[in-house]
């Protein structure tokens, strides 16, 4: 917040952003950005993420609790058999494909048309089960649509996650790569009413459909100022390229006044939880999977000189380590190409922004703020 907007805040009350005002109250998720904490459904982040299913974190979110055997069956069946995308849906994924548009875009477009052959009539959950299961249809069928090659239809038995990367790549991924991809899926499922969110409350606040709700958090999302650019922090690794050159990089990035990718929250003035949890998750994730340790070694050293020269050079910022800097790492460990990242991660906030639309409906309440005019009086 600049000097002006907190003279002006002072003065009249008007909060630029809606900088701390409270809009909603939910049991979704709590961030506590000084401590570093991150609530999922009430448990701490930690204790839940690489342990549960992301059906299992789904049902969380929309029921107020884990479910038992019996119910996370029965979701998990419900959402296998609504992944299939109408053959229109296919046909729009192949024309956005034909003009080589983003990843991000083209899921936009394509999620805009998932009533296509829905029923209105159906339950709300129903619904959102719907939507929710289509989503990874749509990027992995518009991913290879994209690199000329042929969608590869769901597969029935298995999980979401699982599922995701079958049809990305054709091939069924490893334990190691499925627990790697939930715990991914888990940590960054909601995260209090952020921009996305926020989108998502205000539209189905007037009593819309969720699809509406969806494409709106989807619009939200791809804007750089929220979806966040995880790709650039593993870039910046990759050019360092050996640890021995890591301070003198980092060093020569902070000189020029550039930004470390990876580094710094908005919210979380501490090592934001979210890249604790996915560095352990990629640590196993590479171990199980034979994966590049030699990577995930470099990763660690650029994350601790990163963390202190920071301190140098920014004293009393602390600056830590955020999400988006083990997302990188995670994600490429999987195979999955940068474009991929910010597509991968509305896969999982999807559920968030769902469960966010249930919250607000129940309160039969418009979102109606107020603005004030700055603007001049005229007489004609």
């Known amino acids: 917040m600049t000097i002006t907007e907190k003279v002006v805040e002072t003065q009249n009350g008007f909060k630029p952003g809606l900088e701390g005002v409270v809009a909603a109250e939910t049991r979704l998720s709590h961030v506590d950005g000084q401590k570093g904490e991150l609530l999922i459904g009430g448990y701490p982040l930690a204790e839940l993420a690489s342990d549960v299913t992301f059906e299992e974190t789904v049902l969380l979110l ?7 055997q019996q119910e996370l069956a029965a979701f998990r069946q419900q959402v296998a058999t609504l992944r299939t995308l109408p053959t229109a849906i296919v046909d729009l994924l192949a024309a956005a494909a034909q003009q080589r548009i983003p990843t991000m875009t083209a899921l936009r477009m394509a999620a805009g048309t998932l009533d296509l052959d829905s029923d209105p009539r159906e339950e709300k959950e129903t619904q959102a089960a719907r939507l929710l299961a289509r989503l990874p249809t749509i990027v992995a069928t518009y991913w290879r649509l994209l690199h000329g090659q042929a969608p590869i239809a769901p597969d029935s038995a298995l999980d979401h996650a699982a599922n995701y990367l079958y049809m990305l790549t054709g091939e069924r991924p490893t334990q190691a790569q499925v627990r790697g991809l939930e715990t991914y899926l888990n940590t960054v499922v909601d995260h209090g009413l952020n921009a996305s969110t926020f989108a998502a409350r205000v539209i189905i606040a007037t009593d819309t459909d969720l699809t509406s709700a969806l494409v ?13 650019a995880p790709g650039p922090a593993l870039d910046m690794v990759f050019e360092i390229g050996e640890a021995v050159r890591a301070d003198a990089y980092l060093r020569a990035k902070l000189e020029r006044g550039e930004r470390l990718m990876g580094f710094g929250h908005r919210v979380y003035k501490v090592r934001d939880p979210r ?12 171990r199980a999977g034979g994966g590049d ?5 470099l990763v660690k050293t650029v ?12 004293p009393g910022r602390n600056l830590q380590t955020n999400v988006e800097f083990y997302t990188a790492l995670l994600l490429h460990g999987l195979g999955l190409d940068t474009d991929l990242f910010t597509p991968t991660f509305a896969i999982s906030r999807a559920a968030g922004w769902l469960a966010h639309c249930f919250e607000q409906q129940a309160t039969g309440r418009l979102i109606r703020p107020q603005s004030r005019y700055v603007g001049p009086i005229r007489h004609r």
């Open 62 to 68: 929309w029921h107020g609790a884990l479910p038992n």
């Open 216 to 228: 709106g958090a989807l619009g939200a999302l791809k804007g750089p100022l929220h979806g966040g």
């Open 275 to 286: 890249a604790e949890v996915l560095s352990q998750a990629a640590e196993q994730m590479f």
């Open 293 to 297: 340790m030699a990577l995930y070694t």
């Open 303 to 314: 994350e601790q000189t990163a963390v202190a020269l920071l301190a140098e050079y920014k």
